[in-house]
C-alpha cells in the first residue's frame, strides 16, 4: 500500500473529524457503522481512479482524428484560472448526465445503489462508490477535458478541487454557504440527494455546480431544513465484498424474472 494514501486519509480524517465533532449536523459516532467497508472503498478507489484516466489518455491516443490541434492550442494557452473554472463546467455537465443515466437506467442503478445504501453521511461515506460505477464517471468527466486539451496544470488543480469538494458535500456539517452555495455544492446541496425519500434523491445530480440543477429543474433545497434519515430501501449487503458482486447478482436475477415471465 502506498505510503501516500495512508497520508491523504490520515491528512483528511484530521481536518474531517475535527470538523463533525464541532459543526456536527447529526449526532453520531467517528467510527460509525460501516466505516470499514468504507475505509476498504478509499484505499482501493485510488487504483480505480488512476486506471479511469489510463483509460482515457489510451482511447483518446487511439481516437486521434477526432482531435482539433487548434482548438486544443486556444485552450491550452489560456490562464490557469479560466482553464480551471472551464473543466468545472463542462466536467460536471457530464458528470450530471452520467449521474442521472445511473438513476434512470436500471442495470446502472444497482451500480449506483451501492453509494445511496449510505446510512450514515459523513466525509468518509464519499468513497463508497462501486468501481464499476468509479470507471464510469471518470471516464465521463475526464474524457470531455482530455479531448478538449486542457493542460497538466488545471488536471492538477481540477483533481485536488474535485476530490475536496466530494468529501465536503458528504460531511456531516452544519455550516452555511450563503450565496455561494449556488456556485458551490456543499452538504447542505448534496445530502437531499441522498435522502431517504425515493423522490428526493431523484434530484441535486451535480457535484460541483449546484446551477445544472437548476437549469435543468432538478434542484431541490428547502431552507431551513436538512435530510434526518438517509439511505434506499434496496437490500444492499454491509460488507466491501458483498456490495461489489451485488449489482451484477441483481442484474443477472432481474434478468432471470423477466425471461421467467416472458416465457
Known amino acids: 500500500m502506498s505510503p501516500e494514501i495512508i497520508k491523504g486519509f490520515v491528512i483528511l480524517a484530521c481536518i474531517f473529524i475535527p470538523l463533525e465533532r464541532i459543526f456536527a449536523l447529526h449526532n453520531q459516532k467517528v467510527f460509525r457503522r460501516g466505516w470499514k467497508t468504507d475505509a476498504t472503498y478509499f484505499f482501493t478507489g485510488h487504483f480505480i ?13 487511439l481516437m486521434t482524428d477526432l482531435f482539433n ?9 489560456q490562464p490557469i484560472w479560466l482553464q480551471f473554472a472551464e473543466a468545472i463546467v463542462i466536467s460536471d455537465l457530464a458528470y450530471y448526465i452520467a ?26 461515506a464519499a468513497v463508497r462508490v462501486h468501481p464499476c460505477e468509479q470507471l464510469f464517471t471518470q471516464i465521463c468527466k475526464m474524457m470531455p477535458l482530455y479531448w478538449l486539451g486542457f493542460t497538466k496544470e488545471t488536471f492538477a488543480v ?17 455550516i452555511k454557504f450563503g450565496p455561494l ?5 456543499t452538504p447542505e446541496f448534496h445530502h437531499w440527494h441522498h435522502s ?17 440543477d437548476l ?3 432538478t434542484m431541490y433545497l428547502p431552507a431551513q431544513k436538512m435530510p434526518d434519515r438517509y439511505g434506499i ?18 442484474i443477472m436475477q432481474n434478468a432471470k424474472s423477466q425471461f421467467q415471465t416472458k416465457y
Open 158 to 174: 481540477y483533481a485536488l478541487y474535485s476530490a475536496a469538494i466530494a468529501f465536503l458535500i458528504h460531511a456531516n456539517i452544519t
Open 233 to 250: 430501501s434496496d437490500a444492499v449487503p454491509a460488507g466491501y465484498v458483498g456490495q461489489i458482486f451485488y449489482p451484477f447478482l441483481r
Open 196 to 212: 431517504k425519500s425515493p423522490k428526493i434523491h431523484n434530484k441535486n445530480f451535480a457535484v460541483q455546480l449546484p446551477l445544472l
Open 99 to 124: 449521474h442521472r443515466l445511473l438513476h434512470e437506467i436500471p442495470w446502472l442503478w444497482q451500480f449506483h445503489a451501492v453509494h445511496h445504501s449510505i446510512e450514515h453521511m459523513d466525509w468518509l
Open 49 to 61: 481512479g488512476r486506471s479511469g484516466a489510463i483509460t482515457v489518455a489510451v482511447t483518446l491516443s
Open 181 to 185: 452555495k449556488w456556485f458551490v455544492a
Open 69 to 77: 490541434p487548434e482548438l486544443q492550442s486556444k485552450i491550452a494557452s
Open 215 to 217: 437549469l435543468f429543474g
